[in-house]
């Protein structure tokens, strides 16, 4: 046997000398690797017992006579010489030694022990078949061993008769406690116990959690069963079709190999290749209970092999992140199309599935340098004089109105007077058909506008304004709006430059007079011409009057400028000034973290070579914090717990916390507290907190984590008809947010998520939803609004974006939206589907209805397995169409796809549904009931989430307890959701890396 590690993952690999030379797949990370020459590999190995449990333990001849803990009884024994059993160690005899064993465990390794030897069998590994399956994860078995480990198992059987190397240990000493411990190592039975794992490895003998051991006796006791029944007879020790072998399959499925060779067996049966056509066929519910068995169990294994033990790998800052940190150097706000928009998994925080290629550094040094270059520039230009443009949108909407009410007034006039398409000076009959159609349109557009009283002081729209700028340079946005009569509500006005909305203007009358509001803003880093939005969120009543552009100003200084500005200023500014300078910035763009004074001196020698070269201050610069904000300082957020978990350092945690609330890096004030240990105290980090999540930036922090926590990316992948796209479509895309938002703040209960009795919705929204009272008094603005007692809309179940999410094609997906409420409220993600099983509509022929779907899905035993859970929750939310409005019966198109000739078949709706046998519903309401009663699932899913998306990493085993301690905590007072931020920022895993 050869033994080498992989070159790619350092897993431990093994294969036959016969193999040397040829290439084989790692099956941990799918490279190819050859196979050394014996003698580079490692020594011989060799198996022997353990002399108390006899447990089949692995060794290489180099760690004879070696001291290590069996790990199914866990006592201390030495590692035999099976090629020189004479020159053994003293040790005590068997006898002495089973003397120590009580007669109760005896009695259960007896039992253990010929239950391994039913159950394991020798395996290897088939070329053939390798490179015959998919993935090169396929295992064939041996049919016989080589000589040598035949030779070396007869030795092994006599030396176990002769002596074993033990640390004495009197048989007095035995006590309960030890047998009881001794009993559930066996019972648990978690070592490697294949010819082909090799040498006894710690790293394997992992602790099942209650879920998966439970999983394994349940695989043992009814899947086995199973296996014996369909696949032995062509599969065993004698017989081996397709050089497969499953008679010694590992139920236990405690390392990679057992999980290939399940997730093989599992492939073949969803695909129906297993077990043959002309064999005995398992009924419908036994392939779909051994299918739904091991998909299970499976999941279980995964999950644990994947575990970290809680390592936290460097994470690169994702894109806000990266706006708010050249915010925080430069105070500008970047193009949202400046860098690529952040593609992963899961949550773009996580490290693990991050990416970063030598052409994400190469895009980094590029927008570094231009960011850097228009900076300084600007804080060597001589600001302009300021002037002013004014932009009144009444008048020139009123003089267009005007006209076109003329104009169409004489056209209709024309049109009843009998003029033919040829007086019109038009090519044919059907242009004139078309001008009579719209004239009416037309005139009744311009009556209604100039009909309205606050087109006579201002615009009821959003204008748009556009105007010349300086790139770079500060301007100021002026904003005079009114309302017809004095009222108690702000005036709302969104302001948008150049796409980027930069946020809400609030102006509140004092009187029936216009009120003026500035708000400045600074121009883009390509701006020369800029397009200025102002959209009224108010409803009829209100008008903006004027809008006015002013500038370029002064303004704040940012931190760069404090710092560079005045030696820029300078005509004969020492090298040393600027190599400070650069230190200083540098200090602050690494958040203040020790550990760069190399990189910071070779920056700075960097600068001084540049500036000899080029005498150009302003470029030298330029490239110097082009490589300051594309080095892993700046770019990363390095969290060093020297191999082990530990806690961090307040600074450590200061950074971490305002990346969390803040998506941003820590202020001065935070800064502070950890520098003077003070964040750690938790009245202090209630303080904080309080303070952080009231602050504007918490608002992107709050939307982003929902929006992946719900998976919102999934509405914007789905085709909107064009009535529904532009208002409607951002609102429902919003609404989310902002009742999260709302929850939060207020510090509401986690189940509102599942029922409200309110709603946080604009007049786009209302409208949909049918509430027209609402959207009366509503405009673009999101609101708080109180829901009648028989209103379904509250909580996210009745959202437009949440229920437009689980729509395929035409129609409502109960799938889909199944695997959502399962995912997202109930903590309970269902397994993938399998890559070769077709789409559902695939399997059945013409038009058919939802419930007509779900009861073919329960026929397939390839999908019966997954979807008697999935498809029962989408059922209950099928009185909502596939754009979220609410129905009594499905219709389904039939016939050609034309407006005329539509024609649509109806069906009753099926609301009937469960999550599990005792716990069934008939419609909605009764789903939203049944989803209460599981509000623990829906706090574990939430509490988790924001962890995993403060942490960095994935939530793993080790996190546990301190998960549900914090749990059942909160349970008191109903799972707040603002208590539970500040839990889990007080907690102990999150000041742990």
């Known amino acids: 046997m050869i033994k080498f590690n992989c070159q790619h993952c350092d897993q431990q690999l093994k294969a036959l000398e016969e193999f040397a030379g040829s290439a084989i797949i790692c099956p941990d990370c799918e490279h190819s690797n050859e196979v050394p020459k014996a003698e580079e590999s490692s020594t011989e190995v060799f198996k022997f017992h353990c002399p108390l449990c006899e447990q089949r333990l692995s060794s290489t001849v180099d760690l004879i006579a070696s001291e290590i803990a069996c790990p199914a009884c866990t006592q201390m024994i030495f590692i035999p010489d099976p090629f020189n059993l004479a020159k053994a160690n003293q040790s005590e005899p068997v006898d002495v030694l089973e003397e120590?064993?009580?007669?109760?465990?005896?009695?259960?390794?007896s039992t253990k022990n010929k239950a391994k030897k039913r159950l394991h069998t020798q395996r290897g590994v088939n070329p053939q078949q390798t490179a015959r399956r998919s993935k090169a994860r396929q295992r064939a078995v041996k049919k016989s061993k080589t000589p040598l480990i035949l030779i070396l198992c007869f030795i092994l059987v006599g030396g176990l008769v002769a002596s074993y190397y033990l640390i004495p240990k009197k048989p007095s000493e035995v006590n309960t406690e030890f047998a009881q411990e001794l009993e559930g190592k066996i019972n648990t039975e978690l070592t490697q116990e294949h010819e082909l794992d090799g040498v006894v490895n710690n790293t394997l003998l992992v602790n099942f959690s209650k879920e998966e051991t439970q999983a394994s006796e349940n695989m043992i006791k009814e899947l086995k069963p199973f296996m014996e029944k369909y696949c032995l007879d062509c599969h065993n020790e004698q017989k081996q079709k397709g050089d497969i072998r499953l008679d010694g399959l590992n139920f236990y499925v405690n390392n990679h190999e057992s999980v290939y060779e399940w997730q093989d067996i599992l492939d073949v049966l969803n695909a129906g290749e297993m077990p043959p056509k002309k064999e005995t066929q398992p009924k419908g519910a036994e392939i779909g209970d051994a299918i739904a068995q091991i998909t299970e169990r499976l999941n279980l294994a995964k999950r644990r092999l994947a575990s970290t033990g809680g390592q936290i790998k460097m994470r690169h800052l994702n894109k806000r992140e990266y706006y708010a940190s050249i915010k925080d150097l430069f105070d500008y706000d970047l193009p949202n199309d400046f860098l690529y928009d952040d593609a992963a998994p899961g949550f773009d925080t996580n490290g693990a599935d991050q990416f970063f290629t030598s052409a994400s550094l190469d895009n980094y040094l590029e927008v570094g340098e231009i960011i850097a270059k228009l900076n300084l520039q600007g804080y060597t230009k001589a600001l302009?004089?300021?002037r002013s443009t004014k932009f009144d949108p009444e008048i020139n909407k009123t003089k267009f109105m005007k006209k076109q009410l003329a104009a169409?007034?004489?056209l209709k006039a024309k049109v009843d007077s009998g003029a033919t398409y040829k007086d019109f000076g038009f090519k044919d009959e059907g242009r004139l058909i078309l001008e009579k159609r719209r004239i009416p349109d037309r005139i009744a557009e311009a009556k209604e506008y100039l009909a309205k009283p606050e087109h006579k002081y201002g615009s009821t729209g959003s204008p748009i304004f556009i105007t010349h700028v300086e790139a770079g340079m500060h301007y100021k946005f002026i904003i005079t709006a009114g309302s017809l009569e004095k009222r108690k509500q702000p005036i709302q006005i969104m302001f948008n430059a150049q796409s980027t909305d930069y946020g809400k203007v609030t102006l509140i009358p004092t009187s029936d007079k216009s009120q003026r509001i500035e708000l400045p803003f600074r121009a883009g880093i390509n701006d020369s011409k800029l397009r200025l939005k102002s959209a009224l969120l108010n409803p009829e009543g209100t008008y903006i009057d004027a809008v006015e552009i002013k500038g370029p100003y002064p303004s704040d200084p940012s931190f760069s400028e404090l710092i560079f500005k005045p030696l820029l200023s300078k005509k004969n500014t020492r090298g040393e000034d600027f190599s400070k300078a650069i230190t200083k910035f540098s200090h602050r763009a690494f958040r203040h973290q020790a550990g760069n004074d190399e990189f910071i001196a070779a920056i700075t020698e960097r600068f001084k070579k540049d500036l000899s070269k080029?005498?150009?201050?302003?470029?030298?610069?330029?490239k110097s914090i082009s490589l300051i904000l594309a080095s892993p300082s700046f770019l990363y957020i390095a969290e060093k717990n020297n191999g082990s978990r530990q806690e961090m350092s307040q600074k450590e945690f200061a950074i971490r916390l305002a990346f969390f609330l803040w998506e941003s890096p820590p202020d001065a004030t935070l800064y502070?507290?950890?520098e003077s240990r003070q964040l750690y105290k938790e009245t202090v980090l209630k303080q904080e907190f309080e303070r952080m999540l009231k602050s504007d930036k918490a608002g992107k922090f709050l939307t982003s984590f929902v929006n992946q926590w719900a998976d919102i990316k999934r509405f914007d992948q789905i085709d909107l008809p064009k009535e529904l796209q532009g208002g409607f479509s951002k609102a429902a895309r919003a609404e989310l947010s902002e009742f999260f938002k709302v929850l939060v703040h207020e510090n509401l209960a986690a189940d509102k998520l599942i029922s409200s009795d309110?709603?946080?919705i604009n007049q786009a929204l209302a409208t949909h939803y049918g509430m027209t009272k609402e959207a009366s008094s509503l405009g673009q603005k999101f609101t708080k609004v109180k829901l009648a007692s028989s209103n379904p809309r509250g909580g996210l179940l009745g959202q437009a974006a949440f229920l437009i999410m689980g729509t395929s094609g035409e129609r409502t997906s109960p799938t889909i939206r199944g695997t959502l409420v399962r995912t997202i409220l109930l903590n309970d993600p269902p397994p993938e589907p399998p890559a070769n099983v077709p789409e559902i509509e695939e399997t059945k022929d013409g038009v058919v209805s939802v419930k007509e779907l779900v009861e073919h899905h329960k026929s397939l035993p390839q999908c019966s397995s997954c979807h008697n859970k999935i498809d029962p929750v989408g059922l209950g939310l099928e009185n909502f169409d596939r754009f979220g409005a609410w129905r009594d019966k499905e219709s389904l198109r039939v016939g050609p796809k034309k407006k005329r000739n539509m024609r649509y078949k109806h069906y009753?709706?099926?609301?009937?549904?469960?999550?599990?046998?005792?716990?069934r519903f008939s419609d909605f309401n009764g789903l939203q009931k049944a989803l209460l009663k599981n509000k623990r699932k829906l706090a574990e899913s939430l509490y988790a989430s924001l962890l995993s998306y403060g942490l960095g990493r994935n939530i793993e085993f080790i996190d546990q307890e301190d998960i549900q301690e914090n749990l059942d905590s909160?349970?008191?007072?109903?799972?707040?959701?603002?208590?539970?931020?500040?839990?889990?920022?007080n907690s102990k895993t999150f000041r742990t890396k």
């Open 100 to 109: 120590r064993i009580p007669p109760e465990i005896k009695k259960k390794i």
């Open 384 to 386: 302009k004089k300021p």
């Open 408 to 410: 169409n007034l004489k």
């Open 614 to 622: 080029t005498k150009d201050p302003i470029s030298a610069l330029s």
């Open 672 to 674: 502070k507290l950890a």
């Open 758 to 760: 309110f709603v946080v």
């Open 908 to 919: 009753p709706l099926d609301t009937n549904g469960y999550l599990s046998e005792n716990e």
């Open 970 to 985: 909160l349970k008191r007072s109903n799972y707040p959701l603002k208590d539970m931020i500040f839990a889990l920022v």
